[in-house]
C-alpha cells in the first residue's frame, strides 16, 4: 500500500524524474552552434584544431552527470596532445565560477567495478538462499482418508531440486560476470582517454562531467567547457535548463 501511494503522488507531481536539455551559445565567429540528428551540437575551429561537442543523449537527468560526446580533429600538419587531465570545466554562477569535475575513464572504471563488488554480493547472497531453499526440497507431508498426518521425504525430489538449483545458480553468476564485463568494454571503447592525433586525424569520446548545482534564482545552470588541443583552447558556453523551460 506504501508503494502504492508512492506511485499516485508521482503520477500526481508529473514523474519523480526531472529531465533537462542543454543547448549551446557560440562565443566567437569561429564557433557555430548547430543541431545534429536532432541534437544540438557545437563546432569550434582553431588555428590547427576543430572541435565537435553534443550532448550523449536527448535529455539529461536532473543532478545526474552530464555527458558530452567530443570529436577533435587535427587540422595541422604536426601531431598535437589531447589531454583529459587540461579539460576545465567550471560553472557560472552570479558571475562567478565554480570548477565542475571531469569524470576520467580512470574513475569511471573503478566506480563500475565498486559497483560489481556489491552486486557480486548480493548475487551470492541469492545464490546461497536458492541453494538453501533446494537442501530442503524433497520433504512433504500427507493425510490419510482417516485423518493421519505425516511426514516424508523423496530423495528423488531433493536431487532435482538441488541440480535445478545449482544451474540457476550458475546461470545467475554467468549473467552477473558478464554484465560486469561488457560494462568495463563500453567504457574502454567510448570514454575519451588522453591521447595523440597525427595530421589530419579525428579521436572521440565521451566526456562524463560532475553535475552542476541548481543555482539560488533560476533553473538553469550555466556552464564551460574548456578543451585544450596543442596549443589550440576551445571555449564551449553551456546552458542546461528543464525539459520545455
Not at 526531472?18 to 575551429?45: I, K, W, Y
Not at 535529455?59 to 570529436?71: A, D, N, T
Not at 558571475?95 to 572504471?109: H, I, R
Not at 538449483?165 to 564485463?181: D, P, V
Amino acid at each position: 500500500m506504501r508503494i502504492l501511494c508512492i506511485a499516485a503522488l508521482c503520477a500526481a507531481v508529473g514523474g519523480c524524474v526531472t529531465t533537462e536539455t542543454v543547448q549551446f551559445r557560440a562565443s566567437n565567429p569561429q564557433q557555430q552552434a548547430m543541431v545534429r540528428d536532432g541534437r544540438p551540437a557545437l563546432v569550434s575551429r582553431q588555428k590547427s584544431s576543430l572541435v565537435l561537442v553534443r550532448p550523449a543523449s536527448r535529455e539529461l537527468q536532473s543532478g545526474g552527470r552530464p555527458v558530452f560526446v567530443v570529436g577533435i580533429n587535427n587540422l595541422g600538419k604536426q601531431p598535437v596532445e589531447f589531454r583529459v587531465g587540461q579539460v576545465e570545466v567550471a560553472q557560472i554562477v552570479n558571475g562567478q565560477e565554480f570548477p565542475m569535475t571531469v569524470v576520467t575513464y580512470e574513475m569511471l572504471a573503478r566506480e563500475e567495478r565498486n559497483r560489481q563488488v556489491a552486486v557480486a554480493i548480493l548475487t551470492g547472497v541469492a545464490a546461497g538462499a536458492n541453494a538453501y531453499g533446494a537442501s530442503h526440497a524433497g520433504y512433504g507431508s500427507y493425510t490419510t482418508p482417516s485423518g493421519r498426518t505425516g511426514t516424508f521425504y523423496s530423495p528423488t525430489a531433493a536431487v532435482i531440486a538441488q541440480n535445478n538449483a545449482a544451474i540457476q545458480n550458475e546461470a545467475m553468476i554467468s549473467a552477473t560476470i558478464e554484465r560486469g564485463q561488457a560494462n568495463l568494454v563500453q567504457l574502454e571503447q567510448t570514454v575519451i582517454k588522453d591521447n595523440t592525433l597525427l595530421p589530419g586525424e579525428w579521436y572521440g569520446g565521451s566526456l562524463h562531467l560532475s553535475p552542476p548545482t541548481t543555482p539560488p534564482s533560476g533553473n538553469q545552470k550555466t556552464y564551460t567547457i574548456v578543451i585544450t588541443v596543442g596549443a589550440d583552447r576551445h571555449v564551449i558556453e553551456v546552458a542546461q535548463a528543464p525539459t520545455g523551460a
